[in-house]
């Protein structure tokens, strides 16, 4: 069982649509809970972090974290084509400064106009 | 957040040499992460770089095949040895910026005949 699992998709919407990208893991001592957007060809972009339980919201992005059932989410509102994108989530274990990122598989999404 | 350069964006090579991706950071940084990218995979980690000591690598990565060099706070290289095809993958660095943040460069992109 990998520490962190993400669906793959990949999922298309139409554009104004509500996604809900999800992520599960394992490992309780995980600390940070991090999304990552990575156009093709780009590297990994960093979206929003959080670090406890709870919502937190950024413009049309809200993460959520619920470290009782070891689950995270991202909710994009008003999608737009621009969103077009992998979503990676990422979660971080280990000593503060040199915490090292567990990745999920990444889910590829695309907004249709 | 920190800007990264890498150097090359991309190259081919044939199997059996080597290839030095170069990772340059516009700020100080005593830890630097080199991640690779297989296709249509998630990101792994391959090994943390702190400048003054032995690279720490992750199971299934050894120093014969990927030596990091860390000569200062802000540059770092990573080699892949001897390729294969096997080795074309993305390669990626990042740094932790504002805590165990980590941000990523945009990546070198391998392919391997």
């Known amino acids: 069982q990998k520490e962190v699992e993400q669906d793959p998709g990949p999922l298309s919407v139409p554009e104004g649509a509500i996604v809900s990208l999800n992520c599960t893991y394992s490992?309780?001592?995980?600390?940070?809970f991090m999304w990552y957007r990575q156009y093709s060809r780009k590297g990994p972009e960093l979206l929003m972090y959080?670090?406890?339980?709870g919502n937190k919201e950024d413009g049309r992005f809200t993460a959520q974290v619920d470290k009782s059932s070891k689950y995270i989410s991202l909710f994009i509102r008003d999608s737009q084509p621009s969103d077009s994108a992998t979503y990676l989530c990422a979660m971080s274990v280990g000593i503060q400064g040199a915490q090292k990122l567990v990745f999920g598989q990444g889910t590829r999404l695309t907004i249709n106009p | 957040s920190a800007v990264i350069s890498q150097k090359p964006s991309r190259d081919i090579c044939q199997r059996g040499t080597s290839l030095t991706i170069q990772c340059q950071v516009d700020?100080?940084?005593?830890?630097m992460f080199w991640y690779r990218q297989q296709p249509g995979q998630s990101l792994t980690l391959i090994a943390t770089a702190n400048q003054g000591s032995e690279a720490t690598y992750e199971s299934g990565f050894v120093i014969d095949k990927f030596p990091i060099s860390r000569p200062n706070l802000t540059f770092s290289t990573l080699t892949v040895s001897n390729m294969s095809p096997e080795d074309s993958s993305i390669y990626l660095c990042?740094?932790?910026?504002?805590?165990?943040?980590?941000?990523f460069g945009a990546g070198t992109r391998l392919s391997v005949l």
């Open positions: 959080t670090y406890s339980s």
């Open positions: 700020s100080q940084v005593t830890m």
């Open positions: 490992n309780s001592a995980f600390q940070y």
């Open positions: 990042s740094v932790p910026s504002g805590g165990d943040i980590q941000y």
